[in-house]
């Protein structure tokens, strides 16, 4: 029988009473994915990383997009701090390359293997739809991928054997190819090495590449989650992304068809963003894909937009007023939670105070003992 997850957020108070507030699902089975919205020091990070933290001590596996360093040692609550690190795996990319096989061609259950030909052009387009080349760069560049791929025993370090082969082919194009791609490819960001992934909090350092450059490389990383979950037969795992509005979620990048897919493959995600105004409405319905919102205290012109996601026309008003006046630690829920002993949920927008640190933290740790 699947196994019921349940994840601790807070109180919710209801008069003079008070209740612990919860969310469950079965792993593999239901959409468990976050979005956690709100302005910089009303709770959002502490939501996050208790999240993390108990879904890590429940045995999933959480892979850290640490593109501005916020999951960084000093940036995690205190109360929270030792049990993160001893749950967590810290890898800084700028220095160590990730180890991956990523870049081996996927064998399907039916004994054929993808063709090398194949992948290089799916990352080659993951890669120029960052960095743009001519047709005639961008087969180049495909085609030196290929080579890379067909031969990964003697290039384990990826990124430099591409920028050597392309310059190896010396053609006009692969020049050209080079020139442009070589500030990336310059770096060596992936190792082909075959890695035993385990539970707990993976956190990959993307701080100190340019934004263009961190793009990329999540991009990358997501579409490896996206591919190996799809095979099927992985356990239940999380992508957390704090600061997401600075990457792609529309329905062609792959946080999009984690958002829209992932349910179905036992992948879900976390995502945190100050800002939600900054992207369109197609991509707002996206982020309404998750199972579970969280509206911390919102910036005085994002409240319009927090509202739309939250209620219907009639209502807006209310929970604008509601929205303005959330305190330090206060957050509308939105979504199936549980509330003190309920065996259903409730699913309109509710009041969550998320700021009992202890209880949190006491939470989390409960389920390690478990």
């Given at each position: 029988?699947?196994?019921?997850s349940?994840?601790?957020?807070?109180?919710?108070?209801?008069?003079?009473?008070?209740?612990?507030?919860?969310?469950?699902?079965?792993?593999?089975?239901?959409?468990?994915?976050?979005?956690?919205?709100?302005?910089?020091?009303?709770?959002k990070?502490?939501?996050?990383?208790?999240?993390?933290?108990?879904?890590?001590?429940?045995?999933?596996?959480?892979?850290?997009?640490?593109?501005h360093?916020?999951?960084?040692?000093?940036?995690?609550?205190?109360?929270?701090?030792?049990?993160?690190?001893?749950?967590?795996?810290?890898?800084?990319v700028?220095?160590?390359?990730?180890?991956?096989?990523?870049?081996?061609?996927?064998?399907?259950?039916?004994?054929?293997?993808?063709?090398?030909?194949?992948?290089?052009?799916?990352?080659?387009?993951?890669?120029?739809?960052?960095?743009?080349?001519?047709?005639?760069?961008?087969?180049?560049?495909?085609?030196?991928?290929?080579?890379?791929?067909?031969?990964l025993?003697?290039?384990?370090d990826?990124?430099?054997?591409?920028?050597?082969?392309?310059?190896?082919?010396?053609?006009?194009?692969?020049?050209?190819?080079?020139?442009?791609?070589a500030?990336?490819?310059?770096?060596?960001?992936?190792?082909?090495?075959?890695?035993?992934?385990?539970?707990?909090?993976?956190?990959?350092?993307?701080?100190?590449?340019?934004?263009l450059?961190?793009?990329?490389?999540?991009?990358?990383?997501?579409f490896?989650?996206?591919?190996?979950?799809?095979?099927?037969?992985?356990?239940?795992?999380?992508?957390?992304?704090?600061?997401?509005?600075?990457?792609?979620?529309?329905?062609?990048?792959?946080?999009?068809?984690?958002?829209?897919?992932?349910?179905?493959?036992?992948l879900?995600?976390?995502?945190?963003?100050?800002?939600?105004?900054?992207?369109n409405?197609?991509e707002?319905?996206?982020?309404?894909?998750?199972n579970?919102?969280?509206?911390?205290?919102?910036?005085?012109?994002?409240?319009?937009?927090?509202?739309?996601?939250?209620?219907?026309?009639?209502?807006?008003?209310?929970?604008?007023?509601?929205?303005?006046?959330?305190?330090?630690?206060?957050?509308?829920?939105?979504?199936p939670?549980?509330?003190?002993?309920?065996?259903?949920?409730?699913?309109?927008?509710?009041?969550?105070?998320?700021?009992?640190l202890?209880?949190?933290?006491?939470?989390?740790?409960?389920?390690?003992?478990?």
């Open positions: 029988m699947p196994m019921l349940e994840t601790y957020m807070g109180k919710y108070y209801e008069g003079d009473q008070v209740f612990s507030a919860w969310t469950r699902s079965i792993p593999g089975q239901d959409n468990d994915s976050y979005v956690i919205l709100g302005e910089s020091g009303y709770g990070s502490v939501a996050a990383q208790s999240i993390m933290l108990q879904k890590a001590y429940q045995g999933h596996r959480i892979l850290d997009l640490n593109i360093n916020t999951s960084s040692s000093e940036h995690i609550f205190p109360i929270l701090r030792k049990a993160f690190e001893q749950l967590s795996s810290r890898t800084d700028y220095i160590t390359p990730i180890s991956t096989t990523l870049f081996n061609p996927l064998r399907y259950a039916d004994g054929t293997t993808e063709s090398s030909a194949d992948l290089s052009y799916t990352l080659s387009n993951i890669i120029t739809k960052y960095i743009k080349l001519s047709r005639t760069e961008t087969a180049a560049f495909s085609d030196s991928l290929e080579y890379v791929i067909s031969n025993d003697d290039n384990p990826i990124f430099p054997a591409i920028l050597k082969t392309l310059d190896e082919f010396d053609t006009k194009a692969s020049r050209s190819a080079s020139a442009h791609l500030p990336l490819l310059r770096h060596n960001v992936f190792r082909n090495q075959p890695i035993k992934r385990h539970s707990g909090i993976e956190i990959i350092n993307l701080s100190k590449f340019p934004p450059f961190q793009k990329v490389i999540a991009d990358l990383l997501l490896d989650e996206f591919r190996t979950a799809s095979q099927g037969g992985q356990p239940p795992r999380y992508i957390y992304i704090d600061e997401m509005q600075n990457l792609s979620i529309d329905k062609d990048c792959y946080l999009g068809k984690i958002l829209t897919e992932g349910r179905k493959y036992s879900n995600v976390i995502l945190a963003s100050q800002s939600i105004r900054e992207f409405a197609s707002r319905t996206m982020l309404c894909q998750a579970h919102k969280l509206f911390f205290h919102p910036a005085l012109l994002e409240v319009k937009y927090y509202a739309e996601l939250l209620s219907s026309p009639q209502h807006r008003a209310e929970i604008s007023d509601l929205l303005r006046n959330l305190d330090v630690g206060q957050c509308v829920f939105q979504g939670i549980y509330i003190g002993e309920d065996t259903k949920p409730t699913r309109a927008p509710i009041c969550v105070n998320v700021s009992h202890e209880d949190i933290a006491s939470a989390s740790l409960s389920k390690s003992s478990t």
